[in-house]
């Protein structure tokens, strides 16, 4: 039977430091000869480092090439459309100033909103807050109901 086991900081830490050392050993052994990273413990060194280096500019670059950037795009007829749909759904849904949370208004909103319109989960939760955001600026539905965040209710 297989057992689940917390991974802390520490122990991933720990396990990718033995990784990086197996592999400068190994890739060192490959090399020369088997047992010349043994010898030379300061070469492990000098690769591990420079494999670590490498890492980390690696994930810096990952950062970078993830971090959205916002882009502002004309709204279009069908995106007024998508606005009123989904002020039409909360209006059925929810009561003039009945608190609901995000995920309320993600799960009554879904079975009316096609899933191939949406890349993800993530742009399809995205979309329905942007056009919260555009309810809430025509003061038709508040943010922080009754003053406790991620509550909203429809104002008219």
């Not at 490498?54 to 007829?77: C, G, W």
């Not at 993530?122 to 003053?147: C, H, N, P």
Request: hydrophobic content about 35%.
């Amino acid at each position: 039977m297989a057992t689940a086991h917390k991974l802390t900081n520490k122990a991933f830490s720990e396990w990718q430091v033995d990784q990086s050392l197996a592999f400068a050993k190994e890739s060192i052994d490959s090399r020369f000869c088997p047992g010349y990273a043994m010898k030379n413990p300061t070469l492990v060194g000098i690769l591990m480092k420079m494999q670590m280096d490498l890492e980390d500019k690696l994930d810096a670059q990952d950062f970078e090439n993830k971090v959205e950037k916002k882009v502002t795009e004309p709204v279009t007829e069908t995106d007024i459309k998508k606005v009123e749909l989904t002020y039409k759904i909360l209006s059925e849904s929810f009561k003039v100033n009945q608190i609901f949370t995000a995920k309320e208004a993600y799960n009554v909103i879904r079975p009316y909103r096609s899933y191939n319109e949406f890349k993800s989960e993530k742009s399809y939760r995205g979309t329905i807050l942007a056009e919260l955001q555009v309810l809430r600026d025509d003061k038709r539905l508040r943010f922080y109901a009754g003053g406790v965040s991620g509550t909203y209710c429809l104002l008219r």
